[in-house]
């Protein structure tokens, strides 16, 4: 039982978290594996995604790197109640996306949306063979964007003049409220389990005052509007591929057509403001994973993992770049008599870029090859 274990978290633990600029603002897939641990177990996870996303375009000039690195957390704790009752607290994550142009005519444009997320989830076993769970999960979500230091406007004879402050800034925050339920079925003795976990909708209004850069100084505009992270399905499989193999394959389908940002300034028609959202998306996104872990000996196991999602054919803007990409990865699992273990896992993903207007006519940008890679540790404790 022992070998047994470390296979399944090797498994469980494998695959590094979804790199970002792929999938809307997905980062981490929001799992929730860790109700599924045995007995009382605690863990946490450090990691950084480093995204190569260069653009060009023939008049605004070369872009550099628009994607930021990006550090990441998330920790969760499972305590059984009782033979058939157990629950968790989960803190994560799962949407972030960071953006900045360093170079070219949009220099000085920064962005980052983020949600952060604690999650309890519950969990019964209706029988040895099949389970139930759900709870609350209360999100913290963020919004800062300031826009280019230089005249973007082709019509003023100031176009491409440096500007004293950014065009355009807003920072907000808000605060809601989902849940997540599911169902597993499970065969306890061959270790196989196939689970489907659903994630709601949360929706955040924003309070917002938006600060514009005009001809006779800063004009502010107050106003509200929404933004929601998407609801999605997840399907998990676990299954042995013999007694020291396990295989673990998943789907992802997450709900971002329709996910948009537009705060009412800046989606007014110019020219008081730019006529578009700041962000749209348009396709809802698939994503599937296969991992592979093979026990090595009774404390270390390895694994490899990839992924695929596919381009769903979104739109250019200056924050969507890329759409879809596949990535290859794999790491090491250690685990003691203690119960002490220790991921260590990374992954390299090929994105696909986006090639169109980035401003109401503007010549084509183009982002050629675009790639990331992530690298992650976690390490848990079972008592």
């Known amino acids: 039982m022992k070998s047994s274990k470390s296979l399944i978290i090797a498994a469980t633990l494998a695959a590094a978290p979804s790199v970002s600029n792929a999938g809307g603002f997905d980062l981490t897939g929001q799992p929730i594996d860790i109700i599924f641990e045995e007995g009382n177990y605690i863990e946490g996870r450090v990691g950084i995604v480093v995204p190569d996303v260069k653009g060009d375009n023939p ?43 360093d170079a070219g005519l949009f220099v000085g444009t920064a962005a980052e949306v983020e949600a952060k997320t604690l999650t309890a989830v519950a969990r019964f076993k209706v029988s040895d063979n099949f389970s139930v769970y759900g709870g609350p999960r209360f999100q913290s979500a963020s919004v800062d964007l300031q826009g280019p230091t230089r005249d973007v406007n082709p019509t003023s004879p100031n176009f491409g ?43 955040h209004k924003f309070d917002s005052e938006e600060i514009f850069l005009t001809p006779v100084g800063l004009a502010t505009v107050p106003g509200s509007f929404e933004i929601h992270t998407p609801q999605s399905v997840n399907i998990d499989l676990q299954a042995p591929l013999s007694t020291s193999t396990l295989l673990k394959a998943s789907v992802r389908w997450a709900n971002w057509e329709g996910v948009d940002f537009a705060p009412p300034g800046f989606a007014a028609p110019p020219p008081n403001g730019f006529g578009r959202p700041v962000v749209e998306y348009t396709e809802d996104v698939f994503t599937y994973r296969l991992t592979v872990a093979q ?18 054919g979104e739109s250019i803007s200056l924050f969507k770049t890329v759409d879809g990409g596949i990535s290859l990865g794999g790491g090491f699992n250690y685990q003691d008599e203690s119960g002490f273990n220790i991921t260590l896992g990374g ?28 690298a992650s540790m976690k390490v848990g404790y079972r008592f």
Not at 181 to 191: D, F, L, M, Q, T
Request: charge should be negative.
């Open 59 to 101: 008049v605004f000039g070369a872009f550099g790197n628009t994607a930021e690195k990006t550090p990441f957390f998330a920790g969760g704790v499972k305590a059984d109640f009782s033979d058939r009752i157990s629950g968790a607290l989960i803190i994560d994550t799962p949407f972030l996306r960071e953006s900045q142009y």
């Open 347 to 374: 992954e390299y993903r090929w994105l696909n870029g986006i090639d169109g207007p980035q401003a109401p006519g503007a010549p084509d940008s183009t982002f050629d090859d675009p790639t990331a890679f992530a």
């Open 161 to 203: 003049a440096l500007t004293p402050a950014p065009i355009y800034q807003i920072d907000v925050e808000d605060e809601g409220i989902g849940f997540v339920v599911g169902a597993a079925a499970e065969i306890p003795a061959y270790k196989a389990r196939l689970a489907v976990t659903y994630n709601s909708e949360i929706t």
């Open 295 to 312: 026990r090595l000996n009774e404390n270390f196991a390895a694994f490899v993992t990839g992924s695929y999602e596919a381009d769903g």
